[in-house]
């Protein structure tokens, strides 16, 4: 199964159930109009424990997540997953950073949506202690058409650039 980014790119979707995976990347995206009004969003890009059968890059899933902190909220749910705690009320987008490289179990599903087929993550949780750690491979970056029009993109490789010393506990 695959589906198609804004760049027209093709990519295979994983299969529903449960995956080991590791949070590579932020994308603030900005604020866009839903349902319920205007919402400040940013897309989680987590890389799975399984590769694409055709290029043997590893599959990736994404999870839009609008910046609150509200205790029902899934960026909440998310930093409480990878934390183990909920995020203090000063908790900031910059934050997010130290949560890279973290990993976690993801419950995804498959979701139909303008005809084609892609992957939800319907549950994030802390990871299986027997499974094998993931990894984000060197030198990896999201796809180009996740990052368009993106009014940031942060990656586990530039945070490590940056030699940041913060630690998620420092935020939480």
């Not at 705690?85 to 910059?94: E, R, T």
């Not at 084609?116 to 802390?126: C, D, F, G, Q």
């Not at 027997?130 to 368009?148: F, I, Q, R, S, Y």
């Amino acid at each position: 199964m695959s589906f198609t980014f804004n760049s027209g790119k093709q990519f295979q979707v994983a299969e529903e159930g449960n995956h080991q995976a590791v949070l590579a990347a932020f994308i603030d995206v900005g604020k866009s109009e839903g349902e319920f009004g205007e919402k400040d969003q940013v897309i989680a890009v987590w890389v799975l424990d399984v590769n694409d059968e055709e290029s043997g890059e590893p599959l990736i899933a994404v999870q839009y997540l609008t910046k609150s902190v509200h205790e029902k909220a899934n960026l909440t749910k998310v930093v409480k997953a990878l934390t183990g705690s909920f995020p203090s009320l000063a908790f900031k987008f910059d934050d997010l950073m130290a949560l890279l490289g973290r990993g976690a179990t993801l419950a995804l599903t498959h979701v139909e949506k303008e005809g084609r087929v892609r992957s939800k993550i319907v549950l994030v949780s802390k990871p299986d202690a027997k499974a094998e750690t993931v990894a984000v491979p060197e030198g990896w970056e999201p796809p180009a058409g996740l990052t368009k029009g993106a009014l940031g993109v942060y990656t586990s490789a530039l945070l490590a650039a940056q030699n940041d010393e913060k630690t998620a506990e420092d935020v939480i």
